[in-house]
């Protein structure tokens, strides 16, 4: 697929001549360009670029065709983002499957945030791959403050970090029985119980982080989302540092 590279939007490159061999940036394919309408993956695509490259160990580039994904050069990414959700089969489909599944297990870093739960829902192996997706029944509260408990501090994502407040809508519909380690939870105010916030497991020799937050430019813009989902990438990566520069929440 030649048009791959072509369709690739590069957000930072220039950061990356300057570094070493051993300082490569790690390289983050953000797939998006299909969502639920409430959902304007316009708005929160840029937002979630700025915010991992205020890291310099990110180099984030954008396609906006989930098809994309079944090129080979898939391969050369070091994490994926997933960051869409599509109602029909993709007309690539059989080849994202094989392909997403094949990067997990040689070793690629694979991020889902927020609606993508609900993504390639009639692919059974998705629900492990990811370790939760949506029901296709129960949605969220409404939107509104709530309160990300975290949970494993001594987990490299969220080693250090506090509960924190957000503004965002609190899932209550994930659904799968893949063993995860569970980083973070909110209580609902609908069903009266906690839901997975973020959490993180091994696919193969791969890497996932998945977190349910993230529902607009103002949510992800969240400090303790916002680091959530930068730390959760890094780690992702498997053999990069996790902390290579200050957290968005602390001075520069």
């Known amino acids: ?57 990110f180099a984030v580039r954008v396609v906006k065709d989930p098809n994309l994904l079944a090129s080979p050069e898939l391969f050369d990414i070091d994490v994926v983002f997933l960051h869409f959700r599509n109602d029909k089969p993709l007309a690539e489909q059989q080849q994202v499957q094989a392909n997403l599944t094949e990067f997990a297990e040689r070793g690629g870093g694979l991020v889902a945030m927020h609606f993508a739960c609900g993504a390639l829902g009639d692919w059974p192996e998705y629900r492990n791959l990811v370790g939760r997706v949506w029901d296709g029944e129960n949605t969220h509260d409404p939107r509104g403050p709530f309160t990300v408990e975290i949970t494993k501090d001594e987990h490299p994502i969220t080693r250090g970090m506090s509960d924190f407040q957000t503004d965002d809508e609190l899932y209550i519909g994930l659904v799968g029985e893949r063993s995860v ?17 973020a959490f993180a497991f091994q696919y193969g020799k791969g890497r ?17 989302t916002a680091e959530l989902i930068r730390r959760g990438c890094a780690w992702a990566a498997n053999d990069r540092s996790l902390l290579t520069g200050k957290s968005p929440q602390e001075p520069r």
Request: hydrophobic fraction near 40%; charged fraction near 25%; charge should be negative.
């Open 1 to 57: 697929m030649r048009f791959f590279v072509m369709t690739l939007v590069a957000v930072t490159a220039m950061a990356a001549v300057a570094l070493s061999d051993d300082k490569k940036p790690i390289q983050v394919l953000l797939v998006t360009g299909v969502d639920h309408p409430s959902h304007d993956w316009t708005k929160t695509t840029p937002t979630i670029c700025e915010l991992l490259e205020k890291d310099e160990q």
């Open 208 to 224: 996932v982080f998945h977190t349910s937050l993230g529902h607009d430019d103002r949510a992800i813009r969240s400090p303790g």
């Open 181 to 197: 380690e569970l980083l973070a939870f909110a209580r609902s105010k609908v069903t009266g119980r906690d839901h997975p916030m």
